[in-house]
């Protein structure tokens, strides 16, 4: 129980819901806070502003002691590097996914996954699981203005290579694929509230940058940073024609 918290609310005279209310969570959240449980870093920030205090005030077991490391409650593996990850982890989260599946990663990558893959994802989106995968591809989209022809080949290729391995899965509605040239530093799989994020590392081969096993607790503040990087990119990426 955080008591000093709980003091500092009766001084200001604030109510859980007026503090969920400034800062936008839920009420259970202020409750949990109450209790014990350490807000994220940006909340932590705004609560102590809204108190008009400092958050080592509020939370002095946060003060940092040699040796000790606070990792967020997101958090639920890191994994040194890739071959570190278990055997058949992305295939778990894809089969219980029962919302949404979102895939940031390049077609080659893809093309190295188990055989049973587009299968998998075939059969959630068949589901009506919402299916997004953005691939990187090189190039750019071919049009009408000047430019570089190669460019347009690689963007072509890209397209062509992509629609052959996906097919199965663009004729299911629920599914969509998009290509991208934005400047990932990252691969991801999203399934509903999990999130797996591989890492890349200049001047290392992509399998050996680490990757963190995240979910998403409700005080979404890392969750929701690789979130909105898969939106910026979904959102920029040109959409895999059927045909």
Same mark, same amino acid.
């Given at each position: 129980m955080n008591e000093?918290? @709980?003091?500092a609310?009766?001084r200001?005279g604030?109510?859980?819901? #007026? ?17 014990g449980?350490?807000?994220?870093p *940006?909340?932590r920030s705004?609560l102590? @502003?809204?108190?008009?205090t400092?958050e080592?005030e509020l939370w ?8 000790v490391?606070s990792?967020s %409650?997101?958090v ?5 590097h890739l %071959? #570190? ?14 919302? @949404?599946?979102g895939?940031l990663a390049?077609?080659? +990558? ?8 587009? &299968?998998l ?6 589901a009506?699981?919402?299916?997004r995968i ?7 989209r071919?049009?009408?203005e ?6 347009? &080949? ?7 290579? #992509?629609t052959r391995?996906f ?8 599914a969509?694929i998009?290509l991208? *040239?934005? #400047?990932a530093?990252? %691969?991801?799989l ?11 590392i200049?001047g290392a081969?992509? +399998?050996?940058g680490?990757?963190?096993?995240l979910?998403d ?17 979904w959102? %920029?990426? &040109?959409?895999?024609p059927?045909?």
């Open positions: 000093i918290l @709980r003091q609310l009766l200001a604030l109510t859980d819901e #007026a503090v969920a209310a400034h800062l936008g969570v839920d009420p259970k959240t202020v409750r949990r806070w109450l209790d449980r350490h807000p994220y *940006r909340l705004q102590a @502003r809204l108190l008009a400092e080592i002095p077991d946060m003060a940092i002691r040699p040796g490391l990792r %409650s997101e639920v593996a890191i994994y040194p %071959s #570190a990850v278990p055997d058949g982890l992305w295939h778990e989260m894809l089969t219980l996914a029962t919302r @949404r599946i895939i390049s077609i080659s +990558a893809i093309a190295e996954k188990n055989a049973d893959l587009v &299968t994802l075939r059969s959630r989106a068949a009506q699981v919402r299916t953005a691939l990187s591809a090189p190039g750019r071919p049009g009408p000047a430019g570089d022809q190669s460019e347009d &080949t690689e963007f072509a290729s890209a397209t062509h290579e #992509a391995l097919r199965p899965l663009l004729e299911t509605p629920a969509e998009r991208h *040239r934005a #400047a530093y990252n %691969s991801m999203i399934a509903d509230n999990d999130i797996l994020v591989s890492h890349r200049y081969d992509v +399998a050996a680490p990757v963190l096993r979910r607790t409700g005080d979404d503040d890392l969750t929701s940073t690789y979130r909105d990087s898969f939106e910026s990119i959102q %920029s990426a &040109t959409t895999l059927l045909s």
